[in-house]
């Protein structure tokens, strides 16, 4: 193998792997140390800097990093890191004036954002500290989305969206809401120097079975019921409920039709238990609250009687193996026939485009989406962009951030007379934690404690009222306990081989069996012999070279603890526990990466 | 030395051995000794070679004097019974507990000062009586814990951090384990495992009295240029003179190699020793010939390490005693006390 070239950023960043799943890219591990720290303030700005959110992703946020988390590969469960988030929020205290300042003068650039959900809001925050005059459209009376419209009050307080929301509306955009765009030519025409489309994937997927017609008084479309909650039109539903699909949509509307009189509330999915789209923390909330998920069943048809739904009849599914494939078909068993005094149909939400015209150039592809490019987010038209649920189709609150970002990039970029394809690199800097013989700046001591659960409250209570937010969070304590479990990815072991002595120290000591001195080789074959097999092929082999015997030094990435005891043990400083901190560059550094926005720590004297 | 334990945390790969332990489950205490000591590695090799031989960690008994590489067996096999000695005084301690308890595996860690200077007269002894024990002896040529004095082993010639030039001869504790009848003689140096590990396994599993020499080089006071105890002198003046592997009685054999290419010992609890020449004309079970091979070598300044002689069908102390098949110390009252009529009838021989 080649030697590792450890001043490509990507390489350490990889090592992070919650940093490198976040879509985007915060800096997990120095926000847990500020926790753990009680720091909360700092911890929060980081997050705000990264994710814009950090109180509603605190709560609700998809955490790709959490499945990534190194600390899932070596014991049971990753660390919380989601809800760490939350208790920065939490407890931060007073934060307005640690934000950048409010543009002092206007660069005379336009932007519309049309949609105030998490992507344009994002796109705003970054473009009006620059200067830009942005105008922000939404249909609804306030700022937020999906966030505010479907997201049920249990999972998340509107205090926390308003306050979110309200550090954007401080920097004074032109906003205009309760107003739907009907027309993107009428906005072109305008003369905004750029237009951002946010506006989503409104439409929740139909079912159209027969029977629906009649009984449709009670049948309604999932996302459209949860904004009618949100809103406060609808405060309740009968007391037997069933809910069609398996997504965390379907979660929402089971756990809120149990807080609006709902007693005897089902989740009906067509797959298996393991397959529904569902997280499974949504599906164990969901359990928690008395409410079966009944599997392998597919709605054939609404039973009705005067005009009045009585159940859903389905047909039973079974995978059968075809071709090698797992297909999932009907098993010829009996019907079966569920009754109930309202349906609930969360099976899946698209995007629709109808105030698009098609006559003013854009290009449609061919599931009648406008085509957009996936890094610069810019459409066929130059100055319109997409992000968030209306570019690709629906995802998550953390997706829509990370395209507002990219898509403000793209625009300062377009609106400076550059390159929008000419992407600026993050900012990263690399900095030794040294601090004595066995000491480091930061906490190398792993802690053994096993995840600890969010306090949640009682069923009797949580279930009276939609707006009881149903987690009681971390309190500092157990956040602090939490905090410590988390590896400090981002602390890197560095290797020198020029003053390796290749004593063995460092491969004595790592309780991970990380670190092998051997022949250099192929990497299929180098990975299998050595001290523990590197099976994890998404991980990298660190590689170093430079070694008297001309043997070269493998770490596996895998399991490394970050414990730092390679280092300690090692005689001559080859090893070093240094910090990586990567910032992802926003909008308005003209290709400058970000310095470093963190209190420095003290670094001891050589 | 390090403040923090070693987390319990493992690989996810990490192997159970068929008395149901990891290789983890042999660690000891975490070392106070310096970064990147030979001895860390020597005791790695340990915990290594009692994984692999099975070895129930209540079955070890650890013996040591005093020195940095006396203080090492608390820093491996946690579990077993251990007695840390006065400098010097291991071989007789070991000895006595030998007598009374020779049921338990013996291993006698020491360095070049407790076994070569105070405690030469002990060695010998222990070696000539072939009590049934390793013994290690963690070789730096220092005494590293008083702050790296020349010690008996130390070569002549060999150079002192601060230049001072050792102008006495060195006592090479192999040619005279080797002279005093060992039955299991071996080299070897702490930043080769590969050698290291399969000759503590053939040396646990043998019976009779074992001797490693294992280089060990003191990062603190001795792995200076000039001296003949670094890591880079030792690396590029050892002359292994075969590899070997150790097949314990439980494993499966299995034979993938030429006829001629190999040599197997038989041990006396059935563990064989297949050793792979490097050198052609080295026969390991020649002990007259390695004297006189090992004389030659170190005349012209190399290292030889392997296995270099070995006994399998050696006796011991208990041989030689003629001790009863019950260990000593579990013989009760009824055994070890004459009864009445016995008593008269020595009596009677006597009138
Ligand atoms: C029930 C449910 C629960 C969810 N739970 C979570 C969760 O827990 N965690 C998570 O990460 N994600 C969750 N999501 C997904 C998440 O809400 C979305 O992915 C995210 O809000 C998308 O952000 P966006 O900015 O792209 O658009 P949206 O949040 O959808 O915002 C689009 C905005 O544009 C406005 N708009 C649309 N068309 C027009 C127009 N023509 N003129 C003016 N305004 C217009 C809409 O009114 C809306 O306010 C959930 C989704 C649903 C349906
Ligand atoms: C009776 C007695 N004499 C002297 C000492 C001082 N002393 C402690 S360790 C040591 C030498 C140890 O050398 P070695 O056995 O080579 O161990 P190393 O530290 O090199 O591993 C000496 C002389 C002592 N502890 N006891
Ligand atoms: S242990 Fe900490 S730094 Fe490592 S992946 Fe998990 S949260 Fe991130
Ligand atoms: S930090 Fe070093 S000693 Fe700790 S697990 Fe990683 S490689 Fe091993
Ligand atoms: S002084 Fe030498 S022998 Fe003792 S612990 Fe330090 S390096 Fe090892
Ligand atoms: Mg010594």
Request: hydrophobic share 35%.
């Amino acid at each position: 193998m080649q030697p590792t070239d450890i001043r490509q950023p990507d390489y350490f960043h990889k090592v992070v792997d919650c940093q490198w799943a976040c879509p985007a890219h915060t800096p997990v591990p120095e926000y847990i140390r500020l926790i753990a720290a009680q720091r909360y303030a700092d911890a929060y700005m980081i997050n705000w800097k990264s994710n814009v959110f950090p109180g509603i992703l605190g709560r609700t946020c998809d955490r790709p990093c959490e499945p990534a988390c190194r600390r899932g590969r070596v014991e049971d469960e990753p660390v919380a890191i989601c809800r760490l988030k939350r208790v920065a929020a939490d407890n931060k205290g007073e934060v307005a004036h640690m934000m950048p300042p409010k543009a002092v003068k206007k660069n005379g650039k336009r932007v519309a954002c049309i949609g105030a959900g998490p992507a344009s809001l994002t796109v705003a925050r970054d473009l009006l500290p620059l200067g830009y005059e942005v105008h922000i459209y939404d249909g609804e009376a306030k700022g937020g989305g999906m966030i505010r419209t479907q997201i049920p009050r249990f999972r998340l307080p509107e205090s926390v969206i308003d306050e979110e929301v309200n550090y954007i509306l401080a920097y004074e955009p032109v906003t205009h809401f309760g107003k739907r765009v009907d027309s993107l030519k009428a906005v072109l025409a305008e003369g905004y120097d750029a237009i951002f489309v946010g506006t989503g994937a409104p439409r929740g997927r139909d079912l159209d079975l027969p029977g629906q017609k009649e009984a449709g008084a009670n049948v309604h479309i999932g996302i459209d019921w949860l904004s009618s909650v949100s809103f406060e039109h609808v405060d309740k539903i009968g007391k037997r409920v069933i809910v069609l699909g398996g997504g965390n949509t379907a979660m929402d509307c089971c756990r809120t039709s149990r807080r609006l009189g709902g007693e005897d509330v089902k989740v009906v999915v067509r797959s298996g238990f393991d397959e529904m789209k569902a997280s499974p923390w949504e599906k164990e909330d969901a359990q928690h609250e008395g409410i079966p998920i009944l599997n392998f069943l597919n709605p054939k048809e609404f039973t009705h009687k005067n005009g009045k739904l009585t159940g859903v009849l389905f047909t039973k599914m079974g995978w059968v193996e075809k071709d090698g494939k797992r297909k999932l078909e009907p098993t010829g068993e009996p019907d079966v026939h569920l009754e109930c005094d309202d349906v609930l149909m969360a099976v899946g939400q698209e995007n629709s485009f109808p105030w698009i015209e098609r006559d003013i150039g854009m290009e449609f592809n061919k599931w009648n989406m406008p085509v957009v490019d996936e890094a610069t987010f810019q459409s066929s038209i130059p100055n319109v962009f997409f992000g968030g649920d209306s570019a690709f189709g629906p995802k998550n609150i953390i997706w829509a951030v990370a395209h507002g970002h990219d898509a403000a990039v793209s625009i300062d970029l377009f609106l400076t007379g550059q390159d929008v394809k000419q992407r600026p690199p993050p900012g990263v800097s690399m900095m030794s934690t040294k601090m004595g013989i066995h000491e480091w700046s930061y906490d190398n001591d792993v802690s053994l404690d096993l995840r600890y659960k969010v306090p949640m409250v009682e069923n009797e209570v949580a279930l009276r009222n939609v707006k009881v937010e149903v987690e009681k969070g971390f309190d500092p304590l157990l956040g602090y306990k939490e905090a410590q479990r988390c590896l400090n990815c981002d602390v890197q072991t560095v290797f020198a081989g020029p003053i390796c002595i290749e004593c063995d120290a460092c491969v004595d000591i790592c309780p991970m069996d990380c670190i092998t001195f051997t022949e250099n080789g192929e990497e299929t074959e180098l990975r299998e012999r050595l001290n523990a097999p590197a099976l994890n092929l998404t991980q990298d082999i660190y590689v170093g070279d430079g070694l008297k015997t001309g043997r070269i030094m493998a770490k596996d990435e895998d399991v490394c603890l970050h414990c730092g005891l390679c280092a300690e043990r090692c005689p001559t400083g080859a090893w070093d526990m240094q910090q990586f901190y990567l910032e992802m560059t926003h909008a308005g550094c003209g290709g400058n990466p970000p310095q470093r926005t963190r209190a420095p720590k003290p670094v001891a004297a050589e | 030395m390090t403040y923090i334990a070693k987390p319990s945390l493992h690989h996810p790969s990490l192997e159970r051995n068929s008395v149901g332990f990891t290789r983890r489950d042999y660690e000891g205490r975490i070392s106070t000794l310096c970064a990147g000591c030979g001895h860390d590695s020597i005791s790695a090799s340990i915990i290594q070679a009692c994984f692999e031989i099975d070895l129930e960690p209540h079955r070890l008994a650890k013996f040591s004097g005093i020195g940095c590489s006396s203080k090492t067996p608390d820093y491996f096999v946690g579990p077993a019974h251990g007695f840390n000695a006065v400098h010097g005084r291991m071989p007789s301690v070991l000895t006595g507990a030998n007598i009374a308890a020779k049921d338990l595996i013996y291993l006698g860690v020491s360095g070049d000062g407790d076994s070569a200077s105070i405690g030469l007269g002990q060695f010998c002894h222990a070696v000539r009586r072939g009590v049934n024990m390793t013994y290690i002896c963690e070789n730096n040529g220092v005494y590293g814990l008083t702050k790296g004095q020349f010690s008996a082993t130390s070569d002549k010639g060999s150079k002192a951090k601060k230049g001072a030039e050792n102008k006495d001869s060195a006592i090479d504790l192999v040619m005279l384990a080797l002279q005093l009848g060992a039955t299991y003689v071996g080299r070897s140096f702490s930043g080769d495992k590969h050698q290291l590990v399969p000759l503590i396994k053939g040396a646990l599993s043998h019976k009779g009295t074992s001797f490693i020499d294992v280089i060990s080089p003191c990062v603190a006071f001795n792995n200076h240029v000039g001296s003949t105890k670094s890591f880079d002198y030792v690396r590029e003046h050892n002359e292994a003179v075969n590899r070997m592997d150790v097949i314990t009685p439980r494993a499966p054999i299995t034979a993938d190699y030429k006829a001629g290419e190999l040599k197997e010992v038989v041990q006396h609890d059935g563990s064989i020793l297949r050793l792979r020449k490097l050198e052609d004309d080295y026969d390991a079970t020649d002990r007259n010939a390695a004297l006189g091979y090992l004389a030659r070598k170190a005349s012209e300044g190399e290292i030889v390490t392997g296995l270099l002689y070995v006994d399998p069908d050696a006796s011991d102390l208990h041989d030689g005693l003629n001790t009863v098949s019950c260990q000593l110390n579990k013989l009760t009252d009824q055994e070890l006390i004459p009864s009445l009529s016995a008593l008269e009838k020595i009596n009677d021989s006597l009138r």
